[in-house]
């Protein structure tokens, strides 16, 4: 199941590529979904607390999840 949250700060594709590719590197193996039009990103096999430190450290405003 994944967990889904706001990301203030994505304006193109190479902000979601950096959002996903920094959740990533922080939890191997987890699974991240970026949409870019909502402004979100779905995670599988991370939380919150991993995923708030990637999203912060990629340069983005880490929103909480929905």
């Known amino acids: 199941m994944s967990d889904t949250y706001k990301v203030i700060g994505m304006t193109c594709g190479g902000c ?3 959002v996903a590719n920094a959740i990533v590197d922080a ?3 987890a ?3 970026v949409n870019l039009d909502e ?5 599988n096999g991370a939380g ?3 995923v ?3 999203v ?6 880490f929103s909480g999840a929905l």
């Open 31 to 33: 699974e991240v979904a």
């Open 52 to 54: 708030k430190r990637a």
């Open 16 to 18: 979601a590529k950096s």
């Open 39 to 43: 402004k979100t990103v779905s995670v």
């Open 27 to 29: 939890a191997p193996g």
């Open 56 to 61: 912060e450290d990629a340069g983005f405003e």
């Open 48 to 50: 919150e607390a991993a």
